[in-house]
């Protein structure tokens, strides 16, 4: 399933913080988001439900709601399983009445009709289990909360199963939490120098500075005439899947 993962790359244009002299350092870097696990989510039991409200690929945060249920369908089908319950249980009090007027002067036609008498009471009996069930499932339903997403993280795919019957269908998504990503940066080597394994980054956006992430740096490893960091996100990343975005790359205080 990860390969359903569009990875985010996003062009990184700032300033490293020298750790020494507190210098600030212009770099050019690039950002990967890459993802250890991917787990599908799944939204609702089963039919109806809202369009999620969340683009694809976007960051959400706890709290999100990822799908809503269709109040006035599960409504109606509250409505249409009560009134089916209140038929099979109008069914059996007439049968029982008619069995209570054949007892006194029964006879061996009544012998006859004996299983035919028992299928039709089997077939009201089953009638009344299922509209009870159903019943009980649209107030479940009903009863039930918009979902959410379980933590920080992504929505990277959503989709719906089609089975033998399109009542049925149930909807997933794929969601990964910011704990399951990790963020790859890349930089020249000798403007790599300020960082190290252990400190704790910040990225933010040169036009908004209140949109900013902080980030571990968990290793540093060559890669190829540059150097790769590989940053676990702390915040959940303000950065979005496949979109270029400027972002300042400094040492968090």
Partial sequence: MAGNFRPLVVAAFGAALAAAAFAQVAVQAQLTAVTTEVKPVKA?????????????????RQGTVLGELDLAKLEKSLREATDRLEQARSERRRMTTDRGVARPGSSGSNRDTAPAGAWQEMSV???????????VEAQTRLSEAPVR??????????????????????????????????????????EAAPFAAGLTVRLSDPSDPAAAFRGRIESVAPAGDRVALTVRPLDLPFLTLDTATPATLELAP
């Avoid at 809202?50 to 959400?60: C, F, H, K």
């Avoid at 009542?167 to 990964?176: E, S």
């Fill in 44 to 60: 609702t039991a089963s039919l109806p439900v809202l369009a999620l409200p969340v683009d694809r690929y976007l960051p959400v």
């Fill in 125 to 135: 009996e089953t009638a009344e289990a299922d509209a009870t069930r159903e019943m």
């Fill in 149 to 190: 997403a379980p933590r920080d993280g992504y929505v990277l795919d959503y989709f719906y199963p089609v089975g033998s019957t399109s009542k049925k269908r149930k909807p997933f998504l794929d969601f990964v939490g910011i704990d399951s990503t990790r963020v790859t940066v890349t930089l020249a080597a000798a």
